[in-house]
Nanobody, 127 residues
Framework: QVQLVESGGGLVQAGGSLRLSCAASVRTFSNYGMGWFRQAPGKERAFVAAISWSGVNTYYADSLKGRFTISRDNAESTVYLQMSSLKPEDTAIYYC????????????????????WGQGTQVTVSS
C-alpha cells in the first residue's frame, strides 16, 4: 500500500504562488501516473492536473491551464504542483493520487482512475 504525503499548502494572497509537493513511500512510484485534485467547501472533488509515469505527458483542467504546472521527480518519488496567479476561488484542500494503471502514457482525469490518495493539504487564497 503506497503512502502519499502532501505538503506546501498555506495561506497566500491573491496573485501569489505556492508549490505543493506529494511524496510517495514506495520505490515503484516511477511506474505510475500521478494526479492532483482539489475539493472546495461544499463542492465535489475536482480534477486539477495529471502527469504520466514518465513525466512526458501532462493534462490540466481547462480553467487552470497556464497557471498551474505539474511535474515529477522520480528519483525523489515526488510529484509537484506549481500554482501561480492564485485566486480566491483556488481555495481548497488539494490531494495527490496515484493512477491505478502502470505505465500509462495518458494521464487520467477521472477520480475512479486513481486508487491511492494522500490526506490533503489546505490552500487558502485571500483577496
Amino acid at each position: 500500500q503506497v503512502q502519499l504525503v502532501e505538503s506546501g499548502g498555506g495561506l497566500v494572497q491573491a496573485g501569489g504562488s505556492l508549490r505543493l509537493s506529494c511524496a510517495a513511500s514506495v520505490r515503484t512510484f516511477s511506474n505510475y501516473g500521478m494526479g492532483w485534485f482539489r475539493q472546495a467547501p461544499g463542492k465535489e472533488r475536482a480534477f486539477v492536473a495529471a502527469i504520466s509515469w514518465s513525466g512526458v505527458n501532462t493534462y490540466y483542467a481547462d480553467s487552470l491551464k497556464g497557471r498551474f504546472t505539474i511535474s515529477r521527480d522520480n528519483a525523489e518519488s515526488t510529484v509537484y504542483l506549481q500554482m501561480s496567479s492564485l485566486k480566491p476561488e483556488d481555495t481548497a484542500i488539494y490531494y495527490c493520487a496515484r493512477d491505478r494503471s502502470r505505465y500509462s502514457n495518458y494521464p487520467a482525469r477521472r477520480i475512479d482512475a486513481y486508487d491511492s490518495w494522500g490526506q490533503g493539504t489546505q490552500v487558502t487564497v485571500s483577496s
